[in-house]
């Protein structure tokens, strides 16, 4: 799952402006270490986005570059995450799973992670989820995802694996339990509503602080991650995510649905029976 532990959309388009700022200030990455008492990897993992940077450690940098006001205004307002909009064709997004729920994704694959590597896949995938901490702004994200009702009925465990009902059960509270924050709109599109705009999966589109517009659209598939920047493609995915909101349930339905999915599927676990789909309202 490369959306796990993968850098956003945010970190990648700010890890890169830093080193195109420092190179323009023709400082090596050494000599900004060495400037800000900092390791050489530190400043190599901020510019590759494999660690985020703190407000404070950004100023330290705008001050070092010499960064021009009208710029160093874009890098803080860059620097916060930004608003995210997604549909959800297969999984629940990574910032609305649980720990189980990551941890078993990792799994469904051919490959065989170490168990390392599937903790640390999980812990990233749990830090990234502090930007929708209501606790922490001004870098608080705004979320607004619909869900396909497929993916709230799909077994999270393959038959035989155990537990199957449990860690279900616990993605579906979580999402009813997210939903509450103000600054996560969850929507359900459910099977009678007919086909989405979109058949080709998942998507994601990041609207930027710098410019208070969707800019990139983000998306992957099982070898590689695309980011789409192109204003007529990024419009198209907005428009198109503006159907799926307008053909989901609203969010109060969309909660209800989820409650009743969740009802029906202990149910059905404990009836060791299937449930069909119902055709919600």
């Not at 599937?118 to 608080?140: G, K, M, T, Y």
């Not at 694996?161 to 939903?179: F, N, P, T, Y």
């Not at 995510?241 to 909660?255: G, I």
């Not at 409650?259 to 060791?272: D, F, L, P």
């Amino acid at each position: 799952m490369s959306s796990v532990d993968s850098p956003s959309v945010r970190e990648r388009r700010l890890a890169r402006d830093l080193r195109e700022v420092r190179i323009g200030a023709e400082m090596a990455g050494n000599a900004v270490a060495e400037a800000l008492g900092w390791s050489a990897s530190k400043v190599s993992r901020i510019e590759t986005g494999r660690i985020g940077i703190s407000p404070g450690d950004l100023d330290l940098l705008i001050e070092l570059y010499r960064v021009p006001t009208e710029q160093a205004e874009y890098l803080r307002r860059l620097a916060p995450p930004q608003a995210l909009r997604s549909y959800c064709a297969v999984l629940p997004h990574p910032l609305l799973m649980t720990a189980d729920y990551i941890r078993q994704v990792v799994l469904a694959t051919w490959l065989t992670p170490s168990p390392q590597e599937i903790d640390r896949r999980v812990r990233v995938c749990l830090r990234r989820q502090a930007v929708l901490d209501e606790n922490a702004p001004p870098s608080r994200l705004n979320l607004s995802v619909v869900i396909d009702e497929a993916v709230l009925r799909r077994s999270a465990v393959a038959p035989g694996g155990g537990g199957k009902s449990d860690l279900h059960d616990r993605q579906l509270e979580h999402l009813l339990r997210v939903a509450d924050r103000p600054n996560v709109r969850i929507q359900v599109l459910p099977f009678a509503a007919g086909i989405p705009p979109v058949s080709a999966g998942s998507f994601s589109i990041l609207e930027s602080r710098a410019t208070g517009a969707p800019d990139v659209v983000y998306l992957e598939n099982k070898t590689r991650i695309f980011f789409v920047d192109g204003e007529a493609e990024v419009h198209r995915y907005a428009r198109d995510f503006d159907l799926l909101t307008e053909m989901a349930l609203s969010p109060a339905d969309s909660l209800e649905a989820i409650e009743r999915i969740r009802t029906q599927a202990n149910g059905a676990s404990a009836a060791t029976v299937t449930v069909a789909p119902t055709n919600l309202p």
